[in-house]
């Protein structure tokens, strides 16, 4: 890294100063250039090999002067090579103690930029305050002091004027009332406007009293309907409570008639079978009859008759001939 450095400081102070001697070589190799380019003349034209020779010749002087520079910074014992490390760190103080000047200027900025900002919000409210009064004091003075009713042509310009005149005519007894004046007239009437008020006031009475009438009479109707409803509201009520009840009436009927004629099947059931066993008697009985009797078993003893025994009766038994 030494070595690295080192030849980096050598190449660039050996290119400045090769800038220098070059410079220094260019500007000295003008004037030879421009006494042989004058030595020709102007009849006389340099060729292109000239003119690469001259520049060589150039080229090697400066590198001459560079190579000479160079050995006397090699012969020199007060050059030092590397880094200097107390010029850097001279060069790293300089910028802290920049910085930090900055900084401080930087805040001293912000505090003189702060107070100039908080004079200039009070300059604003003083000068706001200061216009606010003077509107208010101006507003005020126009108001009391400078009204419209006071100027000079407030009579040309009163809204009321022809409310605040003196009417034309006061009365038929007006003194200002002239012949030619075209005020009376026969047949005028001057009362008209009062009894104009005099007949809206009792139109206004009658329609109170007819509204009154009315709203009494909407009221009268309203309870007879009120009362109609409750009137109907309780026969509901009642042709539901008779129906209800004839439902139950209807239910216990119709269950009093179930339990009768059940009663009545099961009588006419019984009846039918002691009716069944009596006539199975009676046949039973008509057959021991039929089988016991004379009639069926042909006895002689029968064909008498009672009242002449010597005639026999052929009625008496059956298949007598």
Sequence with gaps: FFLSTH???????SLEKSGSVGTASLAASQPLLATRTMGMGSSQIMTDAQ???VNE???LARRREIEKDRRVRLTDKSYKYGIDGNALGAQVREKQESAMEEAAQDAAYDEMRLNIDKHLMYV????DAYLRDRDHDLNEFRKNEQKKEDRREWDLNDPHAMRKDRPARLGDDDPNLSVSGMQKFAGEDLHAAERAKIQQAQLREWNARLAEAKRAKE????ATDDMWANHMLEADLMRCDYAEKEAEIFKQRQMETAEH?????????????EADARSEIDALTEIQAQLNSGFLSEDPALTRSFVQPHRPRHDHFKGLT
């Design 124 to 127: 604003d409210q003083q000068r």
């Design 261 to 273: 004629n059940l009663a009545q099947a099961e009588l006419r059931a019984r009846l039918k079978k």
């Design 57 to 59: 010749e150039a080229v």
């Design 219 to 222: 009221m009268a109707e309203k």
């Design 51 to 53: 003119r690469r020779a």
């Design 7 to 13: 030849a980096a400081g050598m190449s660039q102070a």
